[in-house]
């Protein structure tokens, strides 16, 4: 018996009733945040899954946070069933749902209001994803230049923080012993939990306007719509297969070395294959990433030429998107990581070199759709201390740049590109929250990559720490410049140096912790975006 066609008007207003869900869970997630990352940066992710952990909607958040979530919530929910009215799981493990030990998934599953025939546990769940600014480990705001995970922070495995409603008190009180911020880490744990609560009770309310059954079954069409439009997509980009490679900076001892990443891009009808043969090895450093942050990556790259290149509208991002295309890379290599590499980096930094090779790849197949190379690094600058009171604290931060060029015009200047999606801390809150001065906030002219359409500018952010303090920065682009396209210009790299309030000066390589002293001053130039086209041309 053939499945109902589903009505399409109706179907679309069920796109738009889930992304809603999704989307007003972040709105409270952002309102009862208590950390200036959450509340400021907005550095989280909401999505809506059905009861068997196909993402159904997502909000417009993290790049990396999103496109690795079904993972995660794949990983949990058999782990921990039974699952019950009340229920909320957590977990940071990377090895076990999660991406990067900063990075706090909380899945709760959703039952009906009333029994529905062909549901016996949850119909739904919802998820959250929220970057928390210190989970311990051996530096302030936990991305430290680690060997192994085990010095990035406290590991959770998946488990349940409330069982039918209740708090697990002693969970709670372990999560707590450590980290740095007790009481910052408590307040966004309870606004994770609170968007839940929103997602919960919207959904419910739309089965019992809709009825159960017929909420239930166009999550599923609309799961199968995105996969329709995808495949036909993708069936009209060329077949063939595209390679590409680009590489991370590795420091050690203040050494560079470069490591690379490559990949494979296949086309084959309706399909696409994503194969990272020939990467290098897991790395005895922090820009190890595990395998659902590749997938992640990819999975964005293909999101993005949607948007311009599916046949009509781009579909909804759900499971169905994701359904025609795989990913593949040796187990113990740069961007399959098995325990117990560390991690921290590799969410952040090598995800961003991951988007850079597979658009690099594409713009083989698709020459006149696919931009010069981003920033291609966040610019992640954690520091922390404690306060003339006595107080501990722990800033962490993610830094715009500049965006490539493309066919249709210039990059943008001083903006975040690719994996992440977050605002910059407002330098009011910065300097309320911190001990710490913003001595100047900027854009970084002629850092973009020249070309028919010139790359987008860099930023330049010059932090001034008023008591001593612990920073580490992890970036990239610093040693290797994002490349241009079509003939256009590569972009200028990236710089980190350190001003002492004795006057002297140091120049930072991608990746540093240092001890800073009050007059001492930090300043970040972020890299620019590639050039596309021959100037004049």
Known sequence: MKPPIPDPITLELYRHRFASVAEEMGVTLRRTGYSPNIKERLDFSCAVFDG??????????????????????????PLLEPWEPGDVAVVNDPFQGGNHLPDITMISPVFPPEPIQAAAGPVFFVASRAHHADVGG????????????????????????????????DLLRVILRNVRTPDERRGDLAAQRAAHATGERRLHELMARHGGEQVLAYAG????????????????????????????????????????????????????EFDFAGTGPVIHGSLNAVMAITQSACYYVVRCLLEELAPGEAPPTNHGTF????????????????????????????????????????????PHHVPAASQGTMNNVTIGGQRDDGTPYAYYETLAGGMGAGPQGPGLSGVHVHMTNTLNTPVEALERAFPLRLVRYSLRPGSGGRGR??????????????APA??????????????????GREAQPGRN????????????????????????????????GGGWGPEGG
Request: glycine fraction near 8%; aromatic fraction near 4%; include cysteine.
């Open 453 to 466: 359409h010139p790359g987008g500018d860099g930023v330049v952010r010059e932090y001034e720490v008023l």
């Open 138 to 169: 051996m530096t302030p705001g936990s991305l430290p230049l680690s060997t192994e995970i085990y010095q990035e922070g406290i590991i959770v495995p998946p488990v349940k923080l409330y069982r039918r409603g209740e708090l697990n008190q």
């Open 470 to 487: 612990t920073v580490t920065v992890l970036s990239e682009r610093r040693a290797v410049a994002p490349w241009g396209l079509a003939g």
């Open 497 to 528: 140096l350190l001003l002492r309030a004795d006057g002297t000066r140091e120049e930072l390589p991608s990746k540093f912790t240092r001890r800073l002293f009050p007059g001492d001053r930090l300043r970040i130039e972020t890299p620019g």
């Open 323 to 366: 359904a025609p295309l795989r990913v593949r890379a040796p187990e113990g290599c740069l961007v399959h990581a098995t325990p117990p590499a560390a991690v921290a980096g590799g969410n952040v930094e090598t995800s961003q070199r991951i988007v850079d090779v597979v658009l690099g790849a594409l713009a083989q197949a698709l």
């Open 52 to 77: 068997q952990g196909r993402m159904v909607a997502q909000a417009a958040h993290i790049p990396a946070h999103l496109g690795a979530m079904p993972a995660s919530v794949a990983t949990v929910l």
């Open 221 to 272: 069409h609309l799961q199968a719509y995105s996969e329709r439009v995808t495949r036909a997509a993708i069936a009209q980009w060329p077949d063939g297969t595209y390679t590409f490679q680009d590489v991370i900076e590795l420091v050690e001892a203040d050494r560079i070395s470069l490591v690379p990443i490559r990949v494979a891009v296949t086309i084959r009808g309706d399909e696409m």
